[in-house]
């Protein structure tokens, strides 16, 4: 077993696996409403190299957490079969962040393959900011699949929401006490520089003390038991409990020192950061025949250079030039 360790003490154990850059939806802070040039199939990693790479990690790495991104994954013709051949005899967690659309058709089959939970993307409960958030009407579509996968027990089910200043900022309590009510467990991120336009704007983004303020001024919020660790999510205990509601404050509170993350693109590159600006190829490697030990030292080779902290608060910080889609989060 060799460890994905850094130069900075930490050691990666969670590996997001990014299945395509397609998307069903065009949410106006990820990508503009054209859509994007896509990557092409050959470049893909096959499903045997997913597979492959997934086992990899988990039986020499020390992955112990997998989830599968896109993209949206659930558009990954062969997802099913991914996630069976990646769990089979797996000691690792299997776990899907998807938009929820065509969940409602999958969940069943993606739990008897071996998938424990899923995230599901939604910043609202409202037909119409849903629309003008994702360019498109399919808001029922989200709110079946996320029923589905509760009665597939996929659970706990998780929803991740980005809060938009002028758009859905004034409705972040509604979309608690929605989740409360059905035992979702919701996520608040602060909006990052990731979309595709590269029209991100500090000034902009709602950040995680007013989402905090705001979900104060209808419940009451105390820190959440337990220790943090390694979770993105500062977690608070709403009205006492037992539901909470978690808020991912990447920009201005990160939590870099703690993380445990790495990410392999849907082309087999591996990604140190959401926010790198360089990657290591593992396809290449894998397509001129290397075995399994020269492909773990390749792997370990590029966690080891990790930076210590992703600098977005820094001024010399550029947006990396893969978009959200094209990397998976």
């Known amino acids: 077993m060799i460890a994905l360790r850094d130069r900075h003490g930490r050691t990666a154990t969670d590996l997001r696996v990014s299945l395509t850059d397609l998307c069903n939806l065009r949410c106006t802070y990820c990508m503009p409403a054209e859509g994007l040039a896509w990557m092409p199939r050959e470049e893909q990693l096959t499903d045997d190299e997913v597979v492959r790479l997934v086992r990899l990690g988990v039986d020499r790495l020390g992955i112990r957490e997998v989830r599968f991104t896109g993209g949206e994954p659930l558009l990954r013709r062969g997802l099913v079969d991914i996630v069976r051949r990646c769990a089979h005899d797996s000691a690792a967690e299997f776990s899907l962040t998807t938009n929820g659309i065509g ?104 950040t995680a003390a ?31 409990g037992p539901g909470t509601v978690g808020v991912i404050a990447s920009v201005t509170e990160p939590f870099c020192g703690a993380c445990d993350r790495v990410r392999l693109t849907a082309d087999g590159q591996v990604r140190n950061c959401l926010f790198s600006t360089t990657e290591s190829d593992l396809r290449s490697a894998l397509r001129s025949g290397a075995d399994d030990a020269r492909i773990a030292e390749l792997w370990a080779a590029a966690v080891a250079s990790k930076l210590p902290g992703h600098g977005i608060n820094d001024p010399t910080f550029l947006q990396p030039p893969r978009p959200m889609s094209a990397i998976g989060g």
């Not at 705001?214 to 500062?234: F, I, K, M, N």
């Open 210 to 240: 007013e989402i905090r303020e705001r979900l104060s001024l209808t419940h009451v919020l105390t820190p959440a038991p337990g220790e943090r660790g390694s979770a993105p999510a500062d977690l608070w205990t709403v009205d006492g």
């Open 103 to 206: 969940l409602a058709r999958q969940a069943q089959a993606l739990a008897e393959a071996g998938l424990t939970r899923v995230n599901v993307s939604l910043d609202t409960v409202r037909r119409e900011t849903f629309r003008a958030l994702t360019l498109r009407d399919r808001l029922d579509d989200v709110v079946a699949g996320l029923a589905a996968a509760a009665q597939a027990g996929l659970a706990p089910v998780k929803i991740n929401a980005v809060l938009v200043r002028g758009v859905n900022d004034d409705q972040a309590s509604e979309l608690l006490s929605w989740c409360l009510e059905r035992d979702y467990h919701l996520r608040f991120i602060e909006q990052m520089p990731l979309d595709a336009q590269q029209g991100w704007r500090r000034s902009e983004m709602v």
